[in-house]
Every structure is written in structure tokens, then in C-alpha cells.
């Protein structure tokens, strides 16, 4: 690399994070609108560029907490987005992350420096977003419907216990799919991810049911 040459010049990336939740078996994503030019107005997901002394995952969840408010979140990193022409303002290459969190353990900053609102968004009802986003998004979700089929990422909405027909409305939220009841516990429960508490809890009204909780350590397994 010659630092002379010009083609290198005017560059910069971006850190672009996705945060799932999960309220009352709605999939939703968090989103921020911009109050500055370029796309102002429009919603987005949460990021923005990355500071020339912090590494990746820390720009990015400095961008989750001063834009949101949001910290101590686990974030993954799943893609980049390269197109030259996906920034007006100069090429910014997009590293893309994703999250999941429980939204009722959150208090959003509504409004910041450079944002005029944050709020969570079913992901059949998103407006249209600026930038690239609405490609990031899209890809984010294929992302994450791949993940809990295949790991206990779940484990950020559910820290503590919960009930089998509860976590099953979750993937099928996710999954956009409908499981049966029974070959869903029969499946879950062959594979070792989660463990009885032995005490029990009520969802939705229903009976008392049994709690599990997602074990500490679990290697990566095919679900569904």
C-alpha cells in the first residue's frame, strides 16, 4: 500500500447493529431516525462510522449506547457491505452486527445529538430506511433465523427461566413457522440446550408449567 496513492483516500466504515427483541411472540428491530442530512427523517438501524482508534465490536457498541442507550449487549458480526455508491458522502464500507435483547430490560434514549427518535418495529410493518439498511436488515434476519436453529442465542431473551410453549412461540416468531406442540418439546428437549429448574410458572394464563433454562455451556447444535 502506498499512503500516496489517491484511490485510498476518502474512505471509511461504517458499524451497522440489528437488534432483534421478541414482545408477546412479535419479532421486532430496533430503529433510530436520523436528524442530520444525509436521510433526514428516514429511520434506520442503529451504527454509524467508526473512529480511526477503536476496533470494530467497540465502535459498534458505541453507537448502540449513544444512540440508544443500550450497553452491555453481546453483538456478532455476520457481514460487510461494500457497494461504492451505498454512502453519498464518501465510500463507507458497512460491517454488519446483529443482537438480541430483551426490550422490557431496556430504557431507550428517545432523542440524541444525532438521532430524533428510537423505537422498536415489527419487522412486517418497517418503513422505509435509509442508506442500504433495509439490504442490511433483510440479511440480518436470515442471520439470525439461521442462529437459533443452531445456537442458544435465544439465551439474551431468556437470561432466567421459561416455559416450553413460551420459547416456542419465540421461534415460531422468528421462524415465521408454526411447530407442533408436541414434537417441538420432544425436539427441544433431545438436544441437550436447555435444562429443568425444577419449579414451575404460568404463560399466557395457562396452567402451571414446567421452567427450563438454557444451560451455560452448549455446543452448537441443528435445532430445526
Known amino acids: 500500500m502506498r499512503k500516496t496513492n489517491a484511490l485510498y483516500k476518502n474512505q471509511g466504515i461504517h458499524v451497522i447493529t440489528a437488534i432483534f427483541t421478541v414482545e408477546l411472540g412479535v419479532t421486532k428491530v430496533l430503529l433510530v431516525k436520523r436528524k442530520n442530512e444525509p436521510y433526514k427523517g428516514d429511520w434506520i438501524l442503529t451504527g454509524g462510522a467508526l473512529y480511526n482508534n477503536e476496533d470494530l465490536e467497540?465502535?459498534?457498541?458505541?453507537?448502540?449506547?449513544?444512540?440508544?442507550?443500550?450497553?452491555?449487549?453481546?453483538?456478532?458480526?455476520?457481514?460487510?457491505?461494500?457497494?461504492?455508491?451505498?454512502?453519498?458522502?464518501?465510500?463507507?464500507?458497512?460491517?454488519?452486527?446483529?443482537g438480541v435483547i430483551d426490550s422490557s430490560r431496556v430504557?431507550?434514549?428517545?432523542?440524541?445529538?444525532?438521532?430524533?427518535?428510537?423505537?422498536?418495529?415489527?419487522?412486517?410493518?418497517?418503513?422505509?430506511?435509509?442508506?442500504?439498511?433495509?439490504?442490511?436488515?433483510?440479511e440480518a434476519l436470515i442471520y439470525l433465523q439461521s442462529k437459533i436453529v443452531s445456537t442458544d442465542i435465544l439465551k439474551a431473551l431468556f437470561p432466567n427461566e421459561f416455559t416450553i410453549p413460551e420459547i416456542q412461540k419465540t421461534y415460531e416468531a422468528i421462524l415465521n413457522k408454526k411447530f407442533d406442540?408436541?414434537?417441538?418439546?420432544?425436539?427441544?428437549?433431545?438436544?441437550?440446550?436447555?435444562?429443568?429448574?425444577?419449579?414451575?410458572?404460568?404463560?399466557?394464563?395457562?396452567k402451571p408449567a414446567k421452567l427450563y433454562k438454557f444451560k451455560d455451556v452448549i455446543e452448537s447444535k441443528k435445532v430445526f
Open 181 to 206: 406442540r408436541r414434537n417441538f418439546r420432544k425436539k427441544l428437549l433431545s438436544l441437550d440446550l436447555i435444562e429443568d429448574t425444577n419449579k414451575t410458572g404460568r404463560f399466557e394464563g395457562k
Open 107 to 138: 430504557k431507550l434514549i428517545r432523542e440524541t445529538i444525532n438521532t430524533s427518535n428510537a423505537d422498536w418495529f415489527p419487522i412486517d410493518k418497517i418503513p422505509g430506511l435509509g442508506f442500504d439498511h433495509e439490504e442490511i436488515l433483510k
Open 58 to 98: 467497540a465502535g459498534a457498541k458505541r453507537e448502540i449506547f449513544e444512540k440508544t442507550g443500550i450497553k452491555d449487549i453481546e453483538i456478532e458480526q455476520f457481514k460487510a457491505f461494500g457497494d461504492v455508491n451505498r454512502s453519498p458522502v464518501m465510500r463507507m464500507v458497512a460491517v454488519a452486527y446483529i
